[in-house]
């Protein structure tokens, strides 16, 4: 893996570390940015902070103003492969069903505080997710949401 590569997930991961003013502060974030009462995955009432053009990416936060999750998407996900990112973390400590599609699968590294989506046949992560790290029982149990059937 590129120390670029390397390097951006760490800064990715340092955005757990914000709550909600400092992120707002830190990326002026601007009023019609800021969403309330919105849910991902099992969690509700959350604070979205949405910046597809700077990130890429929705961040949400708890009421409290703690960090929850954030999803990372698009364009800032072109320098990772999934060789790259499984020659690094090794293997993840479960797979489940990933929302992308039938075919793709969702590699959850909990104790890292990240997971991510992909196809094998085409080396294409799909989006990221950071969170808490957390056991990866207390991450399917509490914020991870299988996706429903897929429909041709």
Known sequence: MSNATVQQIKDWL???KFTLKEFIAAKKITPDQIHIDNDKYKLDNLILIDEPEKLSAHVYFYPSGEFAIMNIYGEGLESLSVEELFSVYGEPET???SRAGKTANYAVYAKEGFAFSYQHKD???????LFPSMPV???IENIYLPPG???R
């Open 14 to 16: 340092e955005f757990r």
């Open 95 to 97: 797979e489940e069903r």
């Open 123 to 129: 080396n294409e992560v799909h989006f990221l997710d």
């Open 137 to 139: 029982n207390e991450y």
């Open 149 to 151: 059937p897929f429909i």
